[in-house]
């Protein structure tokens, strides 16, 4: 939806009569229509099926920097969304609107047509976490799960995931915490920040704790793609923590540094990166102890201090000590 909203020029079009692997325009759907041409060709495939199909065409867009897209085929369904997308860019790309907009995609997700519901999953994908976790989704877990680890499919999973841990349930909760434990136990890092994202929003404190139980409580090694996921997903739900949780996040934070200090600097990274200042005291701490010993990890951490207007002697004194040279 963001391409099409932020074109400048929209056009369906088909296989050129005179020559079946050149596009034609057929339909101005944006924009004043201009001498510049789609570098595209028909390929055989697109070919076939619009020769079976006379009113589909292939939707293209022109960006402002003169660049062109090819967005979708657009046949009876494809083209109401593009129409619905044309009639609230206005509204759906301003932060007030992102409700509309999470709430119209939502409603395909139960369309018969596996492409409609693919669009809507890169759509709400789209969508801040805050905003998505207060929508309404109809469809099941069983559905949101099936084809979770399909290769082909793999872009929409982090999606999916995020979905199941918002609808919540008993069912969600059990394929959630299955899904850690295979990870923790595998020690791979696919999707790991956003099961565990899915775990806190649909068990709260529980969830907090399987995390711990699962990844903190034990010696076993974290890599370091397995930290950053799971410092990701504990700025994303202490961003947006519900009630009563703030003492259980904090308290996660606070047991993965000490078991893995390694994660001191992907902490400050990522909740500044949220502009989550709830760690501040912990990154203060931390610079005061010299648990930052690489001189960009150092002032990045200062960094996430200063911005959240608590800069004072403790994180300038390091910095100071370790001169203003960056040889």
């Known amino acids: 939806s963001k391409q099409i909203a932020d074109s400048v020029e929209l056009v369906a079009k088909r296989p050129a009569t005179q020559n079946p692997f050149q596009f034609a325009p057929i339909e101005q759907l944006k924009g004043v229509r201009s001498d510049s041409i789609p570098p595209h060709l028909v390929d055989s495939a697109t070919r076939r099926r619009l020769a079976h199909h006379v009113n589909h065409t292939v939707l293209f867009a022109r960006g402002l920097d003169g660049q062109w897209t090819r967005l979708m085929l657009l046949d009876e369904h494809n083209r109401r969304i593009a129409e619905e997308v044309l009639a609230n860019a206005g509204n759906w ?170 994660a001191a600097p992907m902490v400050a990274q990522a909740f500044g990166t949220a502009a989550d200042w709830s760690q501040v005291g912990l990154v203060r701490e931390l610079i005061s102890s010299d648990a930052f010993t690489n001189r960009s990890d150092l002032i990045a951490a200062a960094a996430y201090v200063s911005r959240s207007g608590e800069l004072n002697g403790a994180s300038r004194h390091p910095l100071m000590r370790m001169g203003t040279s960056s040889k």
């Not at 801040?128 to 099941?140: A, H, I, K, N």
């Not at 915490?177 to 929003?201: D, P």
């Not at 974290?222 to 009630?243: D, F, G, H, M, T």
């Open 93 to 262: 790309t301003t932060p007030s609107g992102e409700a509309d907009k999470r709430d119209y995609f939502a409603g395909l997700l139960d369309h018969p047509s596996s492409n409609i519901v693919y669009t809507a999953l890169t759509e709400l994908d789209a969508i801040s976490y805050e905003v998505l976790r207060d929508g309404m989704y109809p469809v099941t877990i069983e559905d949101l799960l099936s084809g979770i680890t399909d290769l082909q499919r793999m872009a929409f999973a982090p999606i999916k995931i995020l979905l199941i841990g918002i609808i919540g349930g008993e069912d969600a909760e059990q394929a959630i915490f299955q899904q850690l434990h295979r990870l923790a136990a595998s020690g791979s890092a696919m999707n790991l920040g956003a099961w565990i994202t899915a775990a806190i929003e649909t068990a709260g404190p529980r969830g907090i704790h399987n995390l711990e139980r699962q990844f903190l409580d034990s010696d076993r090694s974290l890599s370091r793609p397995q930290l950053l996921e799971i410092v990701r997903a504990l700025s994303v739900q202490s961003k947006n923590a519900r009630s009563g949780l703030r003492a259980s996040l904090d308290g996660a934070v606070r047991q993965l540094v000490s078991r893995h200090p390694e």
